[in-house]
């Protein structure tokens, strides 16, 4: 079987973060967007949307594709389908055409999940999870780059050009994929319609997917609900800040990235059960601190930077163990992962929201505190079963 080498997984990385990007460039736009289609920002805001439900549907029914066919095949063709999106949304006239090509974009975008498959599959045993560290470092930045470099490059060049740049980002990449991913097909011999149907049933089959599942929800869950609930407390009384200066809270995330690279290395050298107990005790830790830091802006990056580097750490890990469950053929185990674990994050932002305007910032922050010590309580309290072990290399050098 073809072996990843670091050159290749550093472009994979470059690859998911720009891939993950292409979901964010509007976000710090929006009134410019409302203002040049006549819309409000309500319903701009419905249509920014849809890029996420776009995403849940890539993971669900794009992924698995890289089982069963070429990866160089399927992946140039998604940044390539991705690129056109891109530049057709540059043209658009009307709020419901962007909403529409924005679904696109996202179910196109899941390609980063696509990536961090081909990377479990082909690194080799022993750096699986150092391998997975650096793509999921790139899909990170990629979250934070997108709204940074979006936002900038709408002021410099308006929002359309900007929307461009990024889709002649992605058909550049389209053609490099092709010649540096891997040619060799996935082990998987079902169909695709027989693939898609045998997800679901892979949580009654695995105990150690129904986990890694479950507290993975759970913590991504508290992830959203204090981001999401952090610009409500920040926009309101005492504080008022800016839209801006709220997005700046968002440079706390640089920590995370590097603490998924870091992350890989201590799952491969520990195992992965070490480092997510590890990563939940400092995101507990730094979200029940949240609560009485909010007044101080150093305080609360310092707090959002140890709460983003804990969870980050323990989504490496975590997502280690799902992509060694069947490590020949590992997209259709990290579909029904991520699924799972994006849904939480979903409801995590409506609940953050909702529980910081209506409940208060403390309670937000506690919740989300106790969230994640469920999910750390889970990790606790579970124990891989004797199927995993010999299933999976990363289980078996847990302790």
């Not at 994929?177 to 695995?206: C, H, Q, V």
């Not at 479950?214 to 869950?221: E, I, N, S, V, Y």
């Not at 952090?230 to 995370?256: D, K, T, W």
Request: hydrophobic content about 55%.
């Amino acid at each position: 079987m073809h072996t990843t080498r670091g050159p290749v997984i550093g472009f994979i990385s470059l690859a998911a973060a720009l891939g993950t990007a292409a979901v964010y460039p509007l976000q710090p736009a929006i009134a410019e967007v409302g203002g040049e289609l006549g819309a409000s920002l309500a319903s701009v805001g419905i249509a920014l949307a849809c890029g996420p439900i776009g995403y849940l549907c890539g993971l669900a029914l794009l992924v698995p594709l890289v089982d069963k066919f070429r990866p160089r095949s399927v992946l140039s063709v998604q940044f390539g389908a991705l690129a056109a999106a891109l530049a057709v949304n540059a043209i658009v006239g009307q709020v419901w055409q962007l909403g529409l090509v924005l679904g696109v974009i996202g179910g196109c975008s899941s390609a980063g999940a696509g990536l961090s498959s081909v990377v479990a599959r082909t690194a080799s045993p022993q750096r699986r999870a150092t391998a997975l560290g650096i793509v999921t470092a790139g899909i990170s930045a990629g979250i934070l780059a997108g709204r940074i470099v979006g936002g900038g490059l709408a002021e410099l060049i308006g929002w359309r050009a900007m929307l461009g740049v990024f889709a002649a980002a992605c058909a550049a990449v389209a053609v490099a994929m092709f010649f540096l991913l891997p040619k060799d097909s996935g082990a998987n011999e079902r169909g695709y319609l027989a693939t898609l149907r045998s997800i679901p049933g892979l949580y009654r089959r695995y105990s150690a997917l129904r986990f890694a599942a479950m507290r993975g929800t759970l913590w991504f869950f508290a992830f959203c609900a204090v981001w999401s609930g952090l610009a409500v407390a920040l926009s309101e009384a005492p504080y008022g800040y800016s839209a801006e200066r709220i997005g700046q809270y968002a440079f706390a995330g640089i920590l995370g990235i590097l603490a998924t690279r870091i992350a890989g290395v201590w799952t491969d050298r520990v195992g992965a059960r070490r480092v997510v107990r590890w990563g939940l005790a400092l995101a507990g830790i730094a979200s029940v601190a949240l609560v009485a830091a909010l007044p101080s802006t150093i305080g609360t990056l310092g707090c959002l930077a140890l709460f983003d580097a804990g969870l980050f750490a323990a989504q490496v890990a975590n997502q280690s163990t799902v992509l060694a469950i069947e490590p020949d053929a590992p997209a259709r185990f990290n579909s029904a992962y991520l699924v799972v674990y994006f849904a939480g994050g979903s409801l995590g932002t409506a609940f953050g929201a909702t529980a910081a305007e209506g409940l208060g910032w403390a309670s937000t922050a506690l919740v989300a505190a106790g969230v994640i010590g469920a999910a750390g309580l889970i990790t606790v309290l579970r124990r891989p079963d004797r199927a995993e072990r010999t299933t999976s290399p990363v289980l078996a050098g847990e302790k």
